[in-house]
């Protein structure tokens, strides 16, 4: 009886993985292609639909308003305390939900990996557009929110896109670094918006860092949120919450350090993806 034999599909790059990165390039419209799926398939099917971008902000800016303004009675400095919570929550909103889209991102598009070669790289990249989506809708609604309270912006708002750009490469490499994770251990699927939840609780979303005694201020800046939120409130706030510096050197350093380990990781458990997802 003759034994059939076994065929081994492999799914690689043609040129060995020194051409990863040309390839990334040459897949760039598969990259625009998912990131616009991505973004209709969050909105186009849902009751709530874009307003659930709006809604989720609010109502955390409603409750943090009443329980550290109000009950606590933490100082905001000169800003009114509402505007001072959204002002952190549009970088904690890109965050949470770029490292949870991007750390799913892998598992939900596990079809496509298996059937065809191309840069996963590709895949939580494209869905940081989905939190950048729901970044633009709040900015529209912190830009009507700052005219009510008729506190407007000054030159520091020019800086901005610096600390997005902070912000984007701290949800990335945390997205990198659970997206491969959770190809391996799908225990993480249950362990990720647990960790968001508790890094909102532990960044300075509903107060002002500066309460903050500054003996521990170095020590509570090792989360690296905290200086892209300082960083969003000095350059919204007309510089009325004081910019700690060594916060926001710690955190461009740490940013750079996740980012790098994130990619590294993610390379390296790449080919094994297509035969454990």
């Known amino acids: 009886m003759a034994k059939e034999q076994e065929r081994e599909i492999i799914i690689r790059p043609e040129g060995g993985l020194n051409r990863y990165w040309r390839d990334f390039w040459q897949y760039r419209d598969l990259l625009s ?43 905001s400095g000169d800003a009114p305390y509402p505007v001072l919570v959204y002002a952190a929550l549009l970088p904690w909103q890109f965050f949470s939900v770029s490292v949870s889209e991007s750390g799913n991102s892998l598992v939900n598009n596990a079809n496509l990996i298996t059937k065809v070669y191309f840069p996963r790289l590709i895949i939580p990249i494209g869905a940081l557009a989905v939190g950048l989506v729901d970044f633009l809708v709040s900015v529209v609604v912190y830009a009507g929110l ?30 990198l670094w659970f997206a491969a994770l959770m190809v391996k251990y799908r225990d993480f ?5 647990f960790l968001v939840q508790v890094g909102l609780f532990l960044s300075p979303v509903g107060f002002n860092s500066a309460i903050v005694p500054e003996k ?31 916060g926001v050197f710690l955190s461009v350093g740490l940013t750079s350090i996740v980012l790098w380990g994130g990619i590294r990781y993610f390379r390296r458990t790449e080919q094994a993806f297509a035969d454990v997802i």
Request: cysteine-free.
């Open 33 to 75: 292609f998912l990131t616009w799926r991505d973004v209709l398939a969050r909105y186009k099917q849902t009751v709530l639909g874009v307003a659930w971008s709006l809604i989720r902000p609010i109502v955390t800016m409603v409750v943090f308003t009443l329980v550290f303004g109000k009950l606590a009675g933490l100082p």
């Open 146 to 175: 700052m005219a009510y309270y008729g506190f407007l912006p000054d030159w520091r708002i020019a800086t901005v896109p610096l600390f997005l750009l902070l912000a984007i490469g701290v949800s990335l490499g945390f997205g």
């Open 189 to 193: 699927r249950h362990v990720l918006p």
């Open 216 to 246: 521990w201020r170095i020590l509570y800046s090792l989360n690296p949120m905290v200086g892209v939120i300082d960083g969003f409130r000095w350059a919204l706030l007309r510089g009325t919450t004081p910019l700690y510096l060594p």
